[in-house]
C-alpha cells in the first residue's frame, strides 16, 4: 500500500508541476484585459470630472491635442500624428485601441458637430487609462518587404486608389476597423498609413529619425509605401494568427493539466480511504 501511495504522490507531483508550466506559459500569451469599454466622459461634458485644462487645450489647439492624444495612447510620434492624421483620424484610433464601444457614425458625428469636443474627450480618456499594451514603437522587428518591390498591378491600385489600399492596410492593424470601410476612406489620410504600420508592428528605422521617415517616404513616395506597409501589415497578422493558435493550445494543454492533477488526487484520496491511510 505505501508503495501504491509513493507512485500516486509521484504523479501528483507530475500532473502539479505541468500545471504551473503551462499555466506560467499561458499568462505570457493572455491580451491585457480592459476593465471597461465605455468612455469614462461625455464628449459634450464641460465640469465634473473634466479637468478644466483639458478643456483649454482641445479647444485651443485641437489638432495639437488629437496629436497628443494618440501618442499617449499609441506611444507614436506627436509631429507625425499632428502632420499625417487628422483630428477625426486620431479620435477614433483612440477609440478602437482602448475596446471603446461605438460606430464610424458617431465619430463622424462628434467631428462634424464639434471637434475639439471629441479631442477633448479623448484627451481625457489617455491620461486615465494610459498607453495601451502592445508591441508599437518597440523597434525590436526588421522590415521584410522591399519598398521598390512592388508589382504592376499593386503599384497601379496604391496610385490611383490610395484610400483602398489604406483601409485594407488599417484593417490588418486594427481589427475592429475592417467594419469602417467609408470612415477609412474618408478619415485616415493614405500617407499616414506607412508611419502608423511601422511603429505599430515596432519595426526599427534606418534612419536617424524615425518619425521623418515615416512623414516623408509616405508623402513622397506613397505608391511604393501603402504597398510595403500593406505587405508588411499581412505578413504581421499571420504571425499574429500563429500567436493565438499557440496560445490557444497551450490553453487546452493547461487545462488537460489540471483534470489530470484532480483525477490523480481523487485516486489517491480514494486509495487512502481504502487502505484507511490519513
Request: a positive charge; one cysteine or more.
Amino acid at each position: 500500500s505505501n508503495s501504491f501511495c509513493t507512485l500516486l504522490g509521484r504523479r501528483i507531483e507530475r500532473a502539479m508541476n505541468l500545471t504551473n508550466i503551462m499555466g506560467a506559459a499561458g499568462a505570457a500569451v493572455n491580451p491585457q484585459a480592459r476593465p471597461t469599454n465605455q468612455w469614462s466622459t461625455k464628449p459634450f461634458e464641460c465640469g465634473g470630472s473634466v479637468p478644466p485644462k483639458h478643456l483649454a487645450y482641445a479647444y485651443l489647439c485641437f489638432p495639437c491635442a488629437a496629436a497628443h492624444a494618440k501618442m499617449k495612447a499609441d506611444k507614436s510620434n506627436p509631429v507625425f500624428n499632428c502632420l499625417c492624421f487628422t483630428p477625426l483620424g486620431a479620435y477614433n484610433s483612440v477609440r478602437l485601441s482602448y475596446g471603446i464601444v461605438g460606430d464610424c457614425k458617431n465619430d463622424l458625428l462628434y467631428g462634424c458637430l464639434c471637434m475639439p469636443c471629441g479631442t477633448r474627450q479623448s484627451w481625457t480618456e489617455v491620461n486615465v487609462l494610459g498607453p495601451v499594451a502592445g508591441t508599437f514603437g518597440s523597434d525590436q522587428e526588421n522590415w521584410t518587404a522591399g519598398l521598390f518591390s512592388c508589382e504592376p498591378n499593386s503599384c497601379l491600385k496604391a496610385t490611383f486608389c490610395p484610400c483602398i489600399v489604406a483601409h485594407d492596410t488599417r484593417k490588418l492593424l486594427l481589427d475592429a476597423s475592417k467594419d469602417e470601410p467609408w470612415f477609412n476612406y474618408l478619415c485616415i489620410l493614405p500617407t499616414s498609413m506607412y508611419g502608423q504600420t511601422r511603429h505599430h508592428i515596432g519595426i526599427r528605422s534606418d534612419w536617424p529619425h524615425a518619425a521623418c521617415e515615416d512623414i516623408f517616404v509616405g508623402l513622397f513616395c506613397y505608391p511604393c509605401a501603402l504597398i510595403r506597409a500593406n505587405t508588411e501589415a499581412g505578413t504581421w497578422r499571420m504571425k499574429q494568427a500563429g500567436s493565438n493558435a499557440i496560445g490557444g493550445a497551450i490553453g487546452a494543454a493547461k487545462s488537460k493539466a489540471s483534470n489530470a492533477a484532480m483525477a490523480a488526487t481523487n485516486a489517491a484520496n480514494n486509495a487512502a480511504s481504502k487502505f484507511r491511510i490519513k
